[in-house]
């Protein structure tokens, strides 16, 4: 005798809602990126900006942020004490320091050697000797200075003046000076209003807005006219890249290269 089983009530040509298959969080997950990255396109071509400003953004900003304190070893020349009395002695204002520091962070993403560059305002006397420290408009460069803060350069902190120590902290230094004699107070009315702008996470070189430390150089320097090289979009320019503009340059003298043995 056949046994009849009754069978939940499905019209003909749908699924019980029981059984329907839903994304799963994997699936959504990816449609919600998917369609960020699709917005994000959009808007950057609307606007005018590098593709995927935003995300980019985003993912340079966390890289830089999470291994950007972390450090392989200490640099070659950081304890150098030699090397650094010897420069705080023969620095001159408006002095280019290009440095390698391949032990950083930050630097597993900068290719070529060099991975940094600042630029040196002068000593508290060069200032005093000069005058400029007596200038009004100039007074929160001379009392950054008073204090030992005459380096500046842009970094994952912004555009701001720090000690020496802190860029001597490589393996490796090169230092270009001017041939020529410069109205130096021009160049560092340039240095305040650029002065506490934020880090360039989206490497966009044709925007001021925000800056990274090759960039910050141009708009001090805008006589070395560098043109930025176009990189899947965006215009920015390495390290290296603006040493061979040094040292082709004919207004431009490389005066000291210092680097340091591994076993240092």
């Known amino acids: ?41 959009g808007l950057s071509l609307n606007i005018g900006i590098p593709p995927f400003s935003a995300s980019f953004q985003i993912l340079t900003k966390s890289i830089a942020n999470s291994i950007g304190s972390f450090d392989l070893r ?16 023969t620095l001159k204002p408006l002095d280019i320091i290009l440095v390698s520091a391949p032990f950083k962070g930050t630097s597993f993403f900068t290719p070529g050697r060099n991975t940094h560059m600042a630029i040196w305002l002068g000593s508290e006397q060069d200032w005093k000797i000069e005058g400029w420290a007596k200038r009004q408009h100039l007074k929160p460069l ?21 000690h020496l120590e802190e860029i001597l902290n490589a393996d490796e230094i090169t230092i270009f000076r001017s041939r020529h004699e410069t109205d130096a107070e021009i160049h560092f009315d340039r240095a305040l209003q650029n002065m506490g702008k934020a880090y360039d996470y989206n490497l966009d070189g044709l925007d001021h807005q925000k800056l990274i430390c090759t960039e910050l150089a141009t708009l001090i320097f805008p006589d070395l006219a560098i043109k930025p090289p176009d990189r899947a979009g965006r215009s920015f320019i390495l390290p290296d890249e603006m040493l061979r503009a040094l040292e082709q340059s004919t207004d431009w003298q490389s005066w000291f290269h210092q680097r340091a043995s591994a076993g240092r």
């Open 1 to 41: 005798m056949t046994k009849h089983v009754s069978r939940p009530f499905a019209p003909t040509g749908h699924r019980p809602f029981s059984t329907i298959s839903w994304p799963s969080w994997r699936q959504a997950l990816l449609f919600v990126i998917s369609l960020f990255f699709a917005l994000d396109l």
């Open 74 to 89: 200490s640099g070659h020349l950081a304890d150098d004490r030699e090397l650094r009395e010897k420069l705080q002695k």
């Open 142 to 162: 001379s009392s950054a200075i008073a204090s030992g803060h005459a380096l500046l350069q842009s970094d994952r902190h912004g555009t701001t003046l720090s």
